[in-house]
């Protein structure tokens, strides 16, 4: 399994940042352990070791404030002097709530623990082994969610505030820039302090001194105050509605009542939670002319109007409504962020690609951030924009397996930037190879049928007046069936199997059973035929064996379950042959298995069959079934290709085949000028698309 060195690598990480109690983001540039680094860390770790997944929560869990509010940095008493502000500047002492022999900072984080636990639970081999952990974490996770609803709650609607840029994780994000202008510091008092991270990495690529005087006069404010919330509210200059910040607390709402039924407790207070937060979110921030949410500054009492990435997040924390999600997706799927297909571009960056100052290496102001556009392809899956999805998912695997396991990416080129061996890149980059990994290592139970099945035969005496209203009739519904069923390359199976167009699709297939019966006018129209034929086979077999898991519960789904067409009887593997009469090599992209791997469903005609063929060749190869790294000299590609090998006989046809659809520059100007290319394959997900 090619994935399988780069899982290594990204393990090494890991190794490399893991205290022996819990995983610094990184060895130099962040040495104690940040909050919601801690989650993302925690999904990573759960698919290969589970004990550390717990400690590092539970690490991060034993530094709590007692008003339940978790801190965004839980100091290394060990490593103090590498990093600034640590607990010297933050004075938390002060606070009666700060935790006693626990250092740590006097803000929060984004919550991402409730879905980081859940997630691992999901994850786990021996689930039961976990239930005592959750039962643990449960309350305390609570009781953070309850400390941000009794106390970051101004307006009692469940939208939370938060007071400083660092709790948003998006520290430097242009969402800050009208609010942080506000502070004039030339005019307040700004403690001395000495910034370490701009000695670490370029400053070029961190914050600015004028940003770290606001951050700095701001946690000067909080320990005036001794931590109370009630003072800071009222003398605080930052007061902020995060639609991030919002979204993982809906998210971590819905896994905690998830969680509270798996260990049987109350789920009532988190579906509440959820359901207010989520309604208030919403309603309030979203602009359905700009297509995206927006950050609500609490004192001014407007929305500031910038778009970074944090305002999609509202897929992820399953606020949007389906409308809003529509206008999401056009704006995330556009040139201000990244178009499917759209030249050189990878993934999502944080900020509009399109505004005067995106930086594409700067922070928080532009690059590619993994943990961002991980989420966002769990929110786009959620919503069912599969290939959006996978797209972000080629992306967020892609990058560091090219350019290595970086802290935030160039958006344009892809280059590393901040801090190299990067932990949450690596543990979200093993979360998604595994799931990849371990769908195709999935067996199913089989079930045998012993004999040939033929789907159509009961119409074979059926009279047939004229054929070529049938043939008509045949690819009228096939149309209709993948226009109103599948969606973005999943298929409703159940709605098809009680649709009156299934009910006369079968019909109409029963009809060609009749001896000689079809003729074709055209090569096109035989070939648009044969391949719909073979697509609707699928669906069709998929429906009447009441296969729930993958096509591999039948032995032999490919050989002995046939169609009667013209008084022959054809397996989908006969299909296949004679359509490779006809030589084109796009054909097998355009032939659906009914699984994961498989492309979208298509009409094919006799008019459209050139574009058709186009598309689903292009759709394939811009899938994750093909990933392409130049810096590497490799390519990982689908297994489908070594199952047509009578159409890619070698390695250059199949280059020369996927050259043609690869829009990035660096990746076809390898494909082109390369000559010692490795081709590995990819194991095929026969997991069913429904
Ligand atoms: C960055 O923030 C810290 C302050 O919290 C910093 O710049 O020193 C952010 O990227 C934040 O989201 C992240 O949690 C942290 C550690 O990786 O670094």
């Not at 980059?429 to 009961?458: H, P, V």
């Not at 004679?578 to 030589?583: A, N, S």
């Not at 130049?630 to 070594?642: A, D, G, Q, V």
Request: with cysteine.
């Amino acid at each position: 399994m090619p994935l399988r060195d780069y899982i290594e690598k990204a393990k090494e990480v890991l190794d490399k940042n893991w205290t022996g109690e819990y995983t610094v983001p990184s060895v130099h540039l962040y040495p104690h352990q940040w909050n919601w680094d801690s989650g993302f860390i925690a999904i990573g770790y759960s698919r290969y070791n589970m004990e550390r997944a717990t400690r590092e929560l539970l690490h991060l869990f034993e530094a709590q404030w007692k008003n339940g509010m978790l801190p965004q940095i839980v100091f290394n008493k060990n490593a103090l002097g590498r990093y600034f502000p640590e607990p010297d500047f933050w004075q938390t002492d002060l606070s009666p709530n700060a935790p006693k022999n626990v250092l740590t900072s006097g803000i929060t984080m984004p919550p991402i623990h409730g879905y980081a636990v859940l997630k691992m639970y999901e994850n786990a081999r021996e689930k039961d082994r976990l239930i005592p952990f959750l039962k643990f974490i449960y309350p305390k996770i609570i009781k953070l969610h309850e400390y941000l609803y009794l106390e970051r709650n101004p307006d009692d609607n469940g939208l939370i505030y938060i007071r400083h840029p660092w709790e948003s994780g998006m520290d430097n994000s242009p969402m800050w820039d009208p609010v942080l202008n506000r502070i004039d510091i030339t005019k307040v008092k700004i403690p001395e302090f000495e910034r370490k991270d701009n000695k670490i990495i370029d400053p070029e690529q961190r914050p600015k001194d004028i940003d770290y005087k606001r951050y700095i006069y701001l946690v000067d404010i909080f320990r005036k105050n001794r931590y109370d919330e009630k003072k800071i509210f009222e003398e605080c200059p930052f007061i902020v509605i995060d639609p991030l910040f919002n979204s993982i607390l809906c998210a971590s709402n819905e896994a905690l009542v998830q969680i509270a039924d798996i260990i049987k407790e109350d789920y009532k207070k988190p579906e509440e939670w959820f359901l207010m937060t989520a309604r208030a979110v919403r309603d309030n921030l979203f602009s359905s002319e700009k297509k995206i949410f927006f950050a609500y500054d609490y004192i001014q009492k407007e929305l500031i109007e910038v778009e970074t990435a944090a305002g999609f997040m509202p897929l992820f924390g399953g606020i949007a409504s389906t409308q809003q999600a529509l206008k999401l997706y056009e704006h995330l799927d556009s040139l201000s962020f990244c178009r499917l297909g759209e030249k050189n571009c990878f993934a999502i960056p944080n900020y509009d690609k399109k505004k005067k100052d995106f930086s594409p290496h700067n922070y928080w102001r532009g690059p590619v951030w993994i943990n961002i556009n991980w989420m966002l392809y769990q929110g786009l899956l959620r919503y069912k924009f599969k290939q959006k999805a996978e797209h972000l998912e080629i992306t967020i695997m892609e990058l560091p397996m090219r350019f290595g396991f970086y802290e935030y990416f160039d958006s344009f080129t892809g280059k590393g930037y901040g801090t190299k061996d990067f932990s949450w890149t690596a543990a979200l980059f093993i979360d998604l190879a595994y799931d990849m990994y371990e769908k195709s290592e999935k067996k199913w139970e089989t079930r045998s049928f012993g004999k040939e099945i033929i789907l159509n035969i009961n119409g074979e005496h059926l009279p047939v007046e004229d054929v070529e209203e049938i043939k008509k009739d045949f690819f009228c519904l096939t149309g209709k069936i993948i226009e109103k069923y599948t969606r973005n390359g999943t298929v409703n199976y159940d709605a098809i199997r009680l649709s009156p167009e299934y009910k006369l699709l079968q019909n109409t297939i029963s009809k060609f059973a009749n001896k000689d019966i079809l003729k074709f006018d055209s090569k096109e129209e035989e070939m648009a035929f044969w391949i719909n034929l073979y697509n609707m086979m699928v669906i069709d077999a998929i429906i009447r064996l009441n296969i729930q898991g993958s096509v591999k519960e039948i032995e032999g789904f490919f050989t002995n379950i046939k169609y009667r067409i013209n008084g022959k009887d054809y397996s989908l593997d006969d299909i296949r042959e004679i359509l490779r009469k006809f030589g084109d090599k796009r054909v097998p992209f355009a032939l659906v298995k009914g699984t994961n791997s498989s492309p979208p469903l298509r009409l094919f005609t006799k008019k459209n069959i050139k574009s058709k063929l186009n598309s689903a060749a292009r759709d394939f190869i811009r899938s994750p079934e093909v990933i392409i790294l130049p810096e590497e000299k490799k390519i990982l590609i689908s297994e489908l290709f070594r199952w047509n090998e009578h159409y890619f006989k070698d390695k250059d046809e199949i280059i020369n085949f996927i050259k043609k659809y690869v829009k990035d520059d660096t990746k076809r100007e390898f494909l082109d000028k390369e000559d010692d290319i490795e081709i590995r394959y990819l194991l095929y997900d026969w997991t069913l698309n429904g």
